[in-house]
């Protein structure tokens, strides 16, 4: 990680909001290992929601290639019965920053989500027809510049 994404990342971690028009001077370097999926612990049992902080961009740590080899988080769940998910996807920057990829893990592509144009950087929907399978979110950064996002994805199972 560069200076520039170094001292981005500790201004989101000592919430000060001074650095986050910083752009990257100089792409990060590709990751030489593969990378692996973060599955976040399940919520505790008759608990559905789960809020999942994080960073998405070149630099960020796990970051992965998704969607045309674009930088993107990878979070794993999964349904125990035939539900569905509420998702809210919020983030700092313009709205067309970020995508969200709903996929049934290993097996395709379920849902996936931008924000309108000259709407607000949060992307929300509902899905009610999932089959009780392990899923991931992908989370996706669509900025050209590829500079680091800071997001939240919280998102509710509907069982």
Do not use: K
Not at 12 to 32: I, R
Not at 37 to 65: C, D, K, M
Not at 122 to 139: C, H, K, N, P, Q
């Amino acid at each position: 990680m560069g200076i520039a994404g170094l001292l981005c990342a500790l201004s989101f971690t000592f919430g000060c909001g001074g650095l986050t028009a910083l752009n990257p001077t100089s792409p990060s370097p590709s990751p030489s290992v593969a990378p692996t999926v973060i599955t976040p612990p399940a919520p505790p049992a008759g608990q559905n929601a789960q809020v999942i902080n994080g960073v998405v961009g070149l630099g960020a740590s796990g970051a992965q290639s998704c969607y045309f080899g674009r930088p993107c988080e990878i979070y794993g769940f999964s349904l125990e019965q035939d539900g569905g998910v509420d998702v809210t996807l919020t983030w700092q920057g313009h709205e067309r920053a970020l995508m969200i990829q709903l996929y049934r893990a290993g097996s395709g592509l379920v849902h996936e989500d931008l924000a309108p144009r000259g709407s607000a950087p949060r992307i929300s929907f509902r899905r009610t027809d999932l089959a009780a399978m392990d899923y991931e979110f992908r989370v996706v950064n669509m900025d050209n510049a590829g500079t680091m996002i800071p997001f939240t994805l919280a998102f509710t199972r509907l069982n």
